[in-house]
């Protein structure tokens, strides 16, 4: 069974828009990260926010994370076309398994 | 650094077949995860190595899938006898304790049982 489940499944916006998704999970977490999937390839990763953070930046990307809730949101700002992609959450536990969403469907378009 | 190397990177073989998925970890990684990726299941973690020890392999479906790593380089999922229903992409990743376990993805492998 998927641990982090995001919200929303699709998302459509404009060049210059900001898109924002999020993650909800079961359990506890060592950390929580994000990945970016482009269509036919491999995951990459975007960002890693560790269980006793709250939010980190990198770049047009921002992270919080909210431990009481068990859930997580990505921002990502200015959006560009090359965003358009699937993005996944992945809890890690302690011994480093990753158990990821079923991903969110992001389409930016010009 | 190359990354995450996987080979073939497409493979379409007949039902009954045997297949072979290989992959070659980051250096220096100490942990490595074999996933599937379908429309219908997303993402599922098969199997994942710890110092080339397999750790826990609940995720594989049957005893038809099998995985090796007998060393740090190399690893290797197989199936016997492959199925149509085992169509799907094949992803190899790789991570270490040290990065908080942030795992680097293979290209991944596209396998079409007929």
Not at chain 1, 56 to 75: F, N, Q, Y
Not at chain 1, 89 to 94: E, L, Y
Not at chain 2, 26 to 40: A, C, K
Request: glycine residues 6%; aromatic residues 10%; proline residues 4%.
């Amino acid at each position: 069974s998927q641990q982090g489940e995001e919200d929303p499944q699709a998302l459509s916006i404009q060049e210059g828009e900001n898109a924002t998704m999020n993650c909800s999970y079961k359990t506890s977490i060592n950390n929580l990260q994000w990945y970016r999937q482009n269509s036919g390839r491999g995951l990459v990763h975007l960002i890693l926010i560790r269980s006793n953070e709250r939010e980190k930046h990198s770049g047009r990307l921002r992270v919080t994370l909210d431990t009481s809730k068990k859930s997580s949101s990505l921002l990502i700002t200015a959006s560009r076309a090359a965003d358009t992609a699937s993005y996944f959450c992945a809890t890690a536990d302690s011994w480093g398994k990753l158990q990821f969403g079923a991903g969110t469907q992001v389409v930016v378009t010009p | 650094d190359a990354g995450v190397i996987q080979s073939p990177r497409h493979e379409v073989t007949e039902m009954g077949q045997e297949v072979t998925l290989r992959c070659k970890p980051i250096s220096g990684h100490d942990y490595l995860f074999w996933y599937r990726q379908t429309m219908m299941r997303g993402l599922e973690l098969l199997i994942y190595f710890n110092n080339n020890v397999p750790i826990d392999d609940s995720g594989m479906p049957e005893d038809r899938f099998s995985a090796k790593m007998p060393n740090a380089s190399f690893s290797t999922l197989k199936i016997q006898p492959s199925e149509p229903r085992d169509s799907a992409v094949y992803f190899c990743a790789s991570s270490n304790r040290a990065a908080y376990y942030e795992q680097y993805f293979g290209p991944g492998t596209r396998l079409t049982v007929t």
